[in-house]
């Protein structure tokens, strides 16, 4: 078992992670083109494809899925769930003729679509699951949702990542650990705080419409990539996120992550076997990385 989770591991780091998930259409419903309608049967099942055993980015989806509320399947508890994942992924799967064959996961399938990256699945999924802006009310709403998405994503995600492998995505955290220390340090110090201080900025601003949530005053899944980021990051730093948090100076932002964690739909996954534990994914805990 040993040898099969440090394998894991080790892929996971080249193609960092995946799980499988098929869905039913949310209850909310929107207008979509007449080619739209053509590739996405109504019926059509969510499938996303991600690594089992850890949360990873696969959970940034898997949030909006069940604050959705929709029905789905994850091959995180599946005995063939890395079986799909790496056949998916394999040199071997060259798509088809409507998709390029993806890199990595996550990747979503729906109908005849099969699309990869986290902040694009959530693009897709946005205006189906009730999670942007309606576009007929706010026209440029779902770009401002990806904006702030990417921008969590890369501070509070993939900066956190590259702490424990600031040299090399494919060598164990042991072969650059002297790198790590610096890296951790420049991350608690300054890194960390900017991302953080961003968004109490953004919070504070007309746009989010009373700092109950990042924009438009309603919940986007900007907001459950955020708390989801924090939720992560105050895994790997627990000192640091609670030094942080108790200064005060980002209230804000550490109260919309209780608020989101407090949703009925969220709360019920948290405290169910659903949600997966933090493991050797993107948020590590090495006490010497800490404060």
């Known amino acids: ?6 394998r894991s591991s080790l892929f996971y780091k080249h193609n960092q992670r995946c799980t499988y998930i098929g869905v039913t259409k949310s209850a909310h419903t929107f207008n979509m083109s007449t080619q739209n309608v053509k590739r996405q049967k109504t019926g059509d099942k969510y499938e996303l494809i991600y690594w089992p055993g850890m949360p990873g980015r696969g959970e940034h989806v898997r949030l909006a899925l069940e604050e959705a509320g929709a029905d789905y399947s994850d ?4 005995k063939s769930g890395m079986d799909i994942v790496t056949s998916t992924i394999s040199p071997d799967n060259l798509g088809d003729e409507l998709n390029p064959p993806p890199l990595a996961p996550p990747i979503l399938k729906h109908g005849d679509l099969s699309i990869s990256q986290t902040p694009n699945i959530l693009m897709y999924l946005g205006p189906r699951l009730g999670l942007v802006p309606s576009a007929d009310t706010d026209s440029t709403g779902q770009y401002h ?15 956190p990542h590259d702490v424990h492998h600031p040299i090399a995505v494919g060598a164990y955290y042991e072969e650059q650990k002297e790198e790590a220390l610096k890296k951790a340090k420049d991350y608690r110090e300054n890194r960390l705080p900017k991302f953080l201080g961003y968004f109490e900025r953004v919070l504070s601003s ?10 438009g005053g309603s919940l986007t899944y900007a907001d459950l990539v955020l708390f989801q980021a924090i939720d992560g990051v105050s895994f790997a730093f627990p000192n640091c996120s609670k030094k942080l948090k108790d200064s005060g100076k980002y209230d804000k932002v550490f109260a ?15 405290e169910s076997e659903r949600r997966q534990k933090y493991s050797m994914g993107i948020y590590r805990h090495y006490p010497e990385l800490d404060d």
Not at 1 to 6: D, T
Not at 75 to 78: D, G, K, P, V
Not at 207 to 215: D, E, M, T, V
């Open 1 to 6: 078992m040993k040898k099969l989770i440090l």
């Open 75 to 78: 091959t995180a508890h599946s």
């Open 145 to 159: 949702v990806n904006s702030l998405t990417l921008t969590a994503l890369d501070g509070l995600s993939n900066e």
């Open 256 to 270: 919309l992550y209780e608020r989101v964690k407090s949703r009925d739909n969220i709360k019920s996954y948290l």
């Open 206 to 215: 007309k746009a989010s419409k009373g700092g109950q949530y990042l924009y």
